[in-house]
């Protein structure tokens, strides 16, 4: 088990649905982050929020909207996705420290199919 | 840009050493982070390096070379359950913040 808790484990939508992810930790870290992971290639990082705050947007396309409403929790929107947006979606959270031996920690992601 | 390089498999025997090399070039480092990914879980963190030189912890160790962009991931006394993906992961500071970088990963398969 790891200390970031991803739901749900697994997802089944349309390409017409509304979800959301969500994504809890409680280790006090008030930096946050999503990734996409396809299957055999490394995750890929979509957004950072530190201090509740979007901080990064890697150009990822609008039908994905990330909120964090406060320092534990993060959600991930998802609307009108194509079926190559089916991946993994992994969560990790960290301090936001520029430096030092601070690892960001992942949860187990949400393995997301896209019909 | 980023660019991270891994050699994509490898194969070694229980009991043995492996090394798996990263080679990296980037802007705003910030430090180096080795990974180890079981299939459908989640990256789990395995060491870090931020100054050249080599950094041990029990069976694995890592040594970063900043001048040369190379970083190994040195895996004693190979266990079956060691069979995952290792991912090296650059930190560069940008405006926005900090960002983890991932290589191509390597898959390491321990055979008996």
């Known amino acids: 088990d790891t200390e970031v808790t991803q739901t749900p484990k697994h997802l089944v939508m349309g390409m017409t649905n509304k979800k959301s992810l969500k994504c809890e930790q409680h280790m006090g870290h008030r930096a946050m982050y999503w990734y996409k992971q396809k299957a055999k290639k490394p995750p890929e990082l979509m957004f950072v929020?530190?201090?509740?705050?979007?901080?990064i947007n890697e150009s990822v396309p609008s039908r994905f909207s990330p909120e964090c409403p406060n320092s534990s929790l993060l959600n991930l929107h998802l609307h009108a996705l194509q079926p190559e947006d089916s991946a993994l979606y992994l969560c990790a959270s960290s301090q936001v420290r520029a430096a030092g031996n601070q690892p960001q920690h992942f949860g187990d992601g949400t393995r997301l199919s896209i019909l | 840009g980023q660019n991270i390089d891994q050699p994509t498999e490898m194969t070694a025997t229980e009991g043995a050493i492996v090394q798996i090399n990263c080679t990296y070039q980037?802007?705003?480092?910030?430090?180096l982070f080795w990974y180890q990914q079981h299939a459908g879980e989640a990256p789990t963190f395995l060491s870090y390096n931020v100054l050249d030189g080599l950094e041990e912890k029990g069976r694995f160790s890592s040594f970063l070379s900043r001048s040369k962009g190379y970083s190994y991931l040195l895996l004693k006394e190979l266990q079956m359950k060691d069979s995952a993906s290792y991912l090296c992961?650059?930190?560069?500071?940008?405006?926005?913040?900090?960002?983890?970088?991932f290589g191509t990963g390597t898959q390491l398969k321990v055979e008996l």
């Open positions: 929020y530190s201090y509740e705050k979007l901080s």
């Open positions: 992961a650059v930190r560069s500071f940008t405006g926005g913040g900090n960002k983890l970088t």
């Open positions: 980037t802007s705003g480092f910030n430090g």
